[in-house]
């Protein structure tokens, strides 16, 4: 898979999170938004290769679902999970605090409408 391909699935996934939000489906929009968080990570991290590619299959480490550790793969966090980007405003910080507790077993767990809703818009905000 390449960058585009990343960044179409991590739109598409966010789109998949509101619609769930609209419908009351707090657990599902959860799992949702994190997986496009996870998908926008390996995009960026696609496009620090020479062409724009996921590395090979080889390369085990990347294929994780550890938001920190993709966070740091990515080289915009520390290897304990903190986000180091420049310029990181205290708003999107405080976001990464939000999207950091989000975890693949997931898709496992009852999320509450709050939960749901506070994932969405710490991915969601156009500016943080």
Known sequence: MNR???QQIAEER???AAALLTEG???GA???A???VEC??????AKRTIADDFPARDAAKLYTHN???LLGFAGLGTA???????????RCSAFWDIVKLWKEVARYESKTQQQAEQLVEAIDDPTD
């Open 4 to 6: 585009g391909d990343f």
């Open 30 to 32: 959860y799992y949702m």
């Open 40 to 45: 926008a990570l390996k995009a960026v991290i």
């Open 67 to 69: 938001l920190r550790e």
């Open 80 to 90: 304990n999970g903190s986000i180091t980007a420049p310029g990181i405003s205290v």
């Open 34 to 36: 994190g997986y496009a």
């Open 25 to 27: 489906r707090w657990s």
């Open 14 to 16: 966010l789109q998949d």
